[in-house]
């Protein structure tokens, strides 16, 4: 009886599988960003495409940056610097790489701004051994890590800050003064 209802359900498994459209389909255009951002084109335009151009998605993803402070940055020393605005290095905000709870080789790197505001602080013991705490509670401890933030500078952080006369001006300073970064 069992052999019989297994050999059922497999020639309905297999029936089912051999009449699936196999065609892949073309993604649909987000309607907000394809009417904001495509020109309207004109009959002339619209000729056939040739097959040496590559289709473009209209399918975009927006950064969208926050009005304010992006976080802060104590010193060991215990005075706090404000953090205005983060400098992109290549595509990314914010670029590290380490050993995630001392096993595993892990990269992060962020190329929204959203993504990084998930985590809620970078704890320094030193300059290659840290704590990130997220916004959920969670900790992440890497160690003989680095992390890059406005520099490929391996001994250095860079971003803008504002000074008293709200003035953006740029700052860089040495990994190893930091002992906290805060993001907002």
Known sequence: MRTTIIALM??????????????????????????????????????????????????????????GPVGTLQLANGSTMEISELIKLGKYYFYMSGKLNGRSPTIVSFTRFS???????????????????????????????????????????????????LDKKLVTVKKSDVATIKIN
């Open 10 to 67: 497999l020639v309905l498994t297999l029936a089912a599988c051999g009449t699936k459209d196999d065609s892949i389909e073309s993604p649909m255009p987000d309607t907000e960003t394809a009417d904001q951002t495509a020109p309207a084109a004109s009959d002339a335009n619209q000729t056939q495409v040739s097959d040496t151009q590559e289709p473009k998605s209209t399918n975009t993803i927006k950064d969208v940056l926050p009005e």
């Open 115 to 165: 993504d990084f505001q998930k985590f809620e602080a970078f704890i320094f013991k030193d300059e290659h051994n840290f704590i990130v705490t997220t916004k959920k509670g969670k900790e992440l401890i890497f160690m003989d890590a680095r992390i890059y933030m406005g520099s490929d500078s391996t001994d250095t952080y860079t971003f803008y800050s504002v000074d008293e006369y």
